[in-house]
């Protein structure tokens, strides 16, 4: 568990990096047309896997019993990522046509509730 640990705590960097980039890149294919493509869907499905991974090596270190004293805040921002990404995209078709700026919004989002998640630990 303590290998998972490490990981969960140098991935959470990861995502929060990868969410704030596709969050940026996203805002900017909304707004110049000419960077729209296959590549900026690549980037946040990226970016949302990871934060999804994060969550997942999360429940798991949780269900270990290993670590009972875990700020519960924490724990509460790894829900609110996970739901987040799920009411992203469930409202994928009720933004048509505002999709870059739905998910360039999410991915900065999720990389606020990551930074939050991280200073509760730290902190």
Not at 49 to 76: C, K, W
Not at 80 to 104: N, P
Not at 106 to 113: D, I, N, P, Q, S
Request: glycine residues 14%; without cysteine.
């Amino acid at each position: 568990m303590a290998a998972l640990r490490e990981f969960h705590e140098y991935w959470g960097w990861v995502a929060i990096a990868a969410n704030a980039l596709a969050g940026v890149v996203a805002l900017l294919a909304w707004r110049v047309q000419g960077l729209r493509g296959r590549w900026v869907w690549g980037l946040t499905i990226g970016a949302e896997a990871a934060i999804m991974l994060q969550v997942l090596t999360g429940v798991i270190l949780v269900s270990s019993g290993d670590y009972p004293n875990l700020e519960r805040f924490h724990m509460f921002y790894g829900f609110v990522a996970f739901i987040t990404v799920g009411l992203a995209y469930s409202y994928r078709y009720a933004m048509r046509g505002r999709l870059e700026l739905m998910y360039g919004l999410v991915g900065l989002f999720l990389m606020g509730v990551g930074i939050r998640a991280v200073l509760q630990v730290v902190g």
